[in-house]
């Protein structure tokens, strides 16, 4: 018996020693390993990479920049059912372990035997933010070692809470989102508060596996990964069978890559706060989550964008279909076409509802075409009219025409049914400032900022016709005239003496000519003889300084006579703070786009401090001169080129149309005494818009657009006349005041035309005689 025992006891003796030493060794190697083990400092001061944001004024997100998605939020604000979802999903014992789920690792192990593969893992959630915050994703016993490990620190370091919220903000989700909140706006455009349960449950699903799981690219693999965590969470007793039930029906709203984004289109406007941010911060702007929140407002920015697209697109309609922008072969088979054209389509970038299609069919009557997705589309009536000249049934050899295979463009008109159409290929651009403060309200630098980034507010210098006129015209009234001087509009001619170069016979538009005509008449109708008569009155010289007050740079306008027709270059943006001047009583402002910008904790670290019209702003002209050019400019309106503005209903508008040598630039350039408004419309490499493509035409009619909806429910504004305005009235032939005096006119005090002399005294002294001895007095 006793030999029987001992012959037992030396391999139970031999098996417990190998314990032991295994137990040391074990130990000795933990405790090699857990000095290597990195500080919690990342954990306890989290910091994570947040992206730069860019918000309207009302706190409404146009723009976000950084290599990770990230929104940063606190455990307590996460619904529960997403909570219970994730550990339904990831770890459901998360709450009853010390970091390392010994239970769930047996039942890994078990599941994973019989099914003859690795189809469950053990990591918990404390071990995942353990892998995700110090370790790599090597499959490795020493990594798992370290991660078990570390996962016991940081149970004894921080709460479950405390590590739940690490987790739900550091985990990747795909489509460049890292934490739950994140990945809630990308896929669904959801905050986390109006998420569902079947929108959770995806959610929940994404850490397993996020590009296998995302919705976006897989979405049927997606949506059986949905069903497993709604079934585990069903199972856990998380949800009763009826949740689970209606949730598993419940069908999802992804919003794929080409889906607009923002609920306001604003591109170029986050795009320049984006370039200021950097300046300022370099590369940790796009980490630190920095706020920035402009000056842009929700409805004056949607206005302005539908008004340059509406524009834009009229002007294109107006010059007709230029046919489809590429053919692409069709194989004979069903199957290798539908590959053929979603590979071709998927190449093609659409335009907020200017949607590529593939022309299958194509008749005078009817046009089927190929969608993204395989969706087939019909055109037909009136949807077929933009193209009708590129629709025929026998085409000749080499005629562009719309056949089967031609690449076009799409869109559904507001009865719902489908158009042809095209992308323009001209560009616009509109800018809104206050004029008080230089607040920037709206600003879209193109029509689509994915196809061009180029800024043409603040990058585009253009040459700005007769809309340049009123700087000349302000510049006269310091000279002495008074929009009563009466100026003779007559053909001009310069020889090449003269000019330095060329012969110059500047002209009038349509070559109409009215002779002695009042300045504020001439304003009025835009009359170029009577812009170079007056800036040779007042000298170019005097002229090329005297812009400079209103932040133009003299070196972009020549001293040559063609300044008065405005030859010389500026941006939209100069343009809107020239204009601001007459607006808010001869102050220049400076335009400024960031109102403010906020920490990640929500600490404001800069606020703008911009100069005020009438309080600290630099007074550059009179603001008798101001009202002076506010009353002629709103006679460009009520009886000039702009009286188109007039079906907007108010008598506060005031502004001045331009229009660019053979039609290449069309501007109008316009104000309300609380916000003024900058329209352009051309070609990126300058040509012709078009016979009569003019600023009245082209321009104008983007302005009203935009100022029809900025202006709702304003109330109309007056027009106070400083101290120092006088009203007299004068004889509209001959703008002096007498007895044939019959309008009223304004004047500046000091500046009031002389009585009116013998008639027959007049008919003998040229017009130039009488400005002459005019300004010598």
């Known amino acids: 018996m006793l030999a029987r025992w001992r012959w037992w006891a030396y391999p139970l003796a031999a098996l417990f020693a190998l314990g032991v030493i295994g137990a040391l060794v074990f130990g000795f190697a933990a405790l090699v390993t857990i000095r290597a083990l990195p500080s919690l400092e990342s954990l306890t001061d989290y910091r994570p990479k947040v992206p730069l944001r860019v918000y309207s004024a009302e706190g409404i997100l146009i723009g976000e920049f950084g290599e990770e998605r990230r929104q940063v939020v606190k455990i307590d604000s996460v619904p529960l059912r997403l909570k219970q979802a994730i550990l339904a999903a990831e770890d459901d014992r998360f709450y009853q372990h010390g970091g390392v789920d010994y239970t769930g690792i ?27 915050f110090f370790l790599t994703k090597e499959k490795t016993l020493n990594r798992k070692f370290s991660e078990a490990l570390l996962a016991f620190k940081i149970e004894h370091s921080l709460s479950k809470d405390q590590i739940l919220e690490l987790y739900f903000n550091q985990i990747y989700l795909g489509q460049r989102s890292y934490g739950f909140a994140a990945a809630a706006q990308v896929y669904f455009g959801k905050s986390l508060n109006r998420i569902n349960l079947a929108e959770a449950a995806m959610l929940a699903g994404l850490p397993k596996a996020p590009s296998r799981f995302n919705p976006v690219v897989n979405p049927q693999r997606a949506r059986a990964r949905q069903v497993y965590v709604l079934r585990r969470m069903r199972d856990l007793g998380y949800i009763p069978n009826e949740e689970f039930e209606q949730a598993e029906k419940q069908p999802l709203q992804i919003i794929r890559r080409e889906s607009q984004e923002y609920a306001l289109r604003a591109d170029y406007v986050a795009e320049m706060a984006r370039q200021a941010m950097y300046q300022r911060y370099q590369e940790d702007a796009y980490t630190r989550g920095y706020k920035v929140y402009t000056t842009i407002r929700f409805l004056d920015q949607e206005a302005a964008y539908n008004a340059v697209r509406q524009g834009v697109l009229d002007y294109d309609y107006r010059h007709g279909y230029r046919g489809p922008e590429a053919v692409i072969k069709l194989s004979a088979g069903d199957l290798k ?40 589309i019909e055109i037909k009536g009136d949807g077929l009219k933009f193209a009708e000249k590129f629709l025929t049934a026998k085409p000749a050899a080499n005629q562009q025409v719309i056949r089967p295979g031609s690449l076009i463009r799409v869109h559904k008109n507001e009865k719902g049914t489908w158009e042809i159409t095209q992308l ?49 015209y302000s510049a006269s009234l310091e000279k002495g005239f008074t929009p009563a001087t009466v100026i003779n509009d007559a053909p001009l001619s310069f020889t090449a003496e003269e000019t330095g170069s060329d012969q110059w016979d500047p002209r009038n538009f349509g070559d109409s000519y009215d002779g002695p005509l009042r300045m504020r008449e001439a304003l009025a109708r835009s009359k170029n ?123 506060d508008l005031a502004g001045k149309t331009g229009t660019t040598s053979n039609y ?77 005096a019959t309008l009223e006119e304004y004047f500046m005090e000091e500046q009031l035309p002389p009585e009116e002399e013998d008639p027959i005294d007049i008919t003998i002294r040229s017009v130039e005689d009488i400005i002459n001895d005019f300004l010598s007095n």
């Open 529 to 651: 003889l009577v812009s170079i008569r007056i800036l040779q009155a007042i000298d170019v010289q005097y002229a090329q300084d005297y812009v400079r007050r209103f932040g133009f740079d003299p070196k972009q306008h020549p001293a040559y006579l063609a300044m008065a027709l405005g030859a010389g270059s500026v941006t939209p943006m100069q343009m809107a703070v020239g204009y601001a001047a007459f607006a808010n009583g001869g102050f220049l402002i400076s335009p400024y786009l960031i109102q403010r910008v906020e920490d990640v904790n929500g600490n404001v670290v800069e606020q703008s401090k911009p100069a005020l019209a009438g309080e600290n702003a630099k007074q550059i002209i009179d603001p008798r001169n101001a009202f002076l050019m506010s009353s002629m400019m709103r006679d460009v309106v009520q009886r000039g080129t702009a009286t188109r503005a007039k079906q907007l209903g108010r008598n």
């Open 337 to 376: 076409r539908e590959e053929i054209l979603d590979e071709a389509l998927q190449e093609v970038t659409d335009s907020d509802g200017i949607l590529a299609a593939v022309a299958l069919e194509a008749s005078p009557k009817r046009v089927k075409a190929y969608r993204k997705g395989g969706e087939i």
């Open 424 to 472: 323009p290929q001209v560009e616009a651009s509109l800018v809104a400032i206050n004029p008080h403060d230089g607040a920037i309200r709206a600003m879209v630098g193109g029509f689509d900022f994915n196809r061009n980034q180029f800024n043409h507010v603040t990058q585009a210098w253009r040459q700005p016709g007769s809309s340049f006129k009123p700087f000349i």
């Open 106 to 132: 047996l039942r890994a192990a078990y599941s994973n035997f019989t099914s003859g593969g690795l189809r469950q893992g053990a990591s918990t959630i404390t071990m995942q933010v353990a892998r995700n």
């Open 664 to 740: 290449v630039d069309a501007w109008f350039c316009g104000y309300q005494p609380d916000l003024v408004a900058i329209a352009w419309i051309g070609f990126d490499n300058p040509r012709s818009l078009g016979d009569n493509e003019t600023g009245g035409r082209a321009a104008l009619p983007i302005w009203m657009n935009y100022m029809d909806k900025a202006l709702k429910g304003v109330p109309v504004a007056s027009y106070s006349a400083p101290s120092g305005i006088t009203t007299a009235r004068i004889n509209p032939e001959t703008g002096l005041r007498g007895s044939g």
